[in-house]
């Protein structure tokens, strides 16, 4: 990172704190979090214990982008919240694309952790 965007006392352990302090509140307070980490972990588990790294791969990529789309969308209510706590149109909009963004990789992650079960059943059997 260039020296003039470098704060001073910067320290990578410290973003990391940040990070993983971050996930924790929103998979304590966002249901809609909790249980995409609760399903796609033991399936992860599963390719994992298999060696099926391709399928660990596609997983992770799924859990990935449900995860990053889920905490923007939160993030973005809670801002629009904080902005405007009355009812306003363009709010509205603004939390509705949102919501669609996170829907679009839900349907995605969904998709993949079907196709996945199946695969790592018939590995199984």
Not at 51 to 70: F, P, Y
Request: charged share 15%; proline share 4%.
């Amino acid at each position: 990172m260039p020296s003039q965007f470098r704060t001073p006392g910067y320290h990578p352990a410290r973003k990391l704190k940040t990070i993983v302090s971050g996930l924790q509140i929103a998979v304590v307070t966002d249901f809609s979090v909790a249980y995409k980490v609760v399903l796609s972990v033991p399936i992860l588990g599963c390719a994992f214990f298999l060696h099926q790294w391709v399928d660990v791969s596609l997983i992770l990529l799924a859990m990935g982008l449900v995860l990053v789309s889920e905490l923007f969308n939160s993030a973005i209510e809670v801002l629009c919240d904080f902005v405007e706590p009355q009812q306003n149109e363009r709010i509205r909009v603004t939390k509705d694309i949102a919501a669609a963004a996170a829907g679009l990789s839900i349907l995605i992650w969904a998709v993949v952790l079907i196709i996945e079960i199946i695969r790592l059943l018939d590995s199984v059997g």
